[in-house]
């Protein structure tokens, strides 16, 4: 495995820290909608994984979602950050499963967003292969118009989809590729659900048509005293496509 890397992040606010994974194939930036709405409650820091972003990596391949767990842990060490409350929406949640399963001293919190705990399924691990192919022959524009379709809930504004498109844009292909095949070989999250003991709150799109709700609401039932809100004209990204609930269920969460 490679070794932990220190990774680029954006942060706004004060006080205890509130740290953003972002999903596949993004970068920070889907979470500025929370920088700028919970900057009042919390120092909310966004970070690039490896290879995403500004988290420069010249040479992207063998990665896992320990490897990018471990990453938020060394930029925690070397900002002298102790504990978070730490959020990831879809591969950013694979993520968090990871950092709780290998630093959990360090949770505050934890918020989960349109992801899921199971692994995939044989099928889903030969898609990931597919994807790891089409990125890297035909780039992320095959990508985005495969997913174009399914990210969003009905009539998604165009803002959203240009800054999402972009975020697909500003990302290499062997950085997607290498994501694909991590995602492929993450270890399934289920076990964990009813052994996590710090406050956790599940926001998932009405409309994610990725990771359906009922899916997720079930997951979440597993985690002991876990909140579940459902993100209404939210799909896949409902973080970004209705920042108004999402930021109004994680203050009340927050405050609690
Ligand atoms: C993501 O948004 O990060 C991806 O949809 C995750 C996945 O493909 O499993």
Redesign the pocket.
Known sequence: MPEPMVLASEERGSGPVLLFV?????DRTMWIPQLAGLAKIRTCMAVDLRGHGLSVDDNPGDYTMDLFADDVAKTLDDLGIEQIDIAG??????VVFSFWRRHRERVRSIILA???AEE?SPEGKAGREKTAELVASQGLEALWSQ?EGK?FAANPSEDVKDKVHAMFQNTAPEVAAAD?LA?RDRPDSVADLANITVPVLWLQGEEDQ??PVDGARASAEKIPGATFVGIPKGG??ATLENPEATNAAITDFLKK
């Open positions: 972002h999903g596949f194939p993004l929406l879809s591969m950013g949640g694979y349109d992801t899921k995939d997913l990210m694909a995602m990725l990771m896949h990204l």
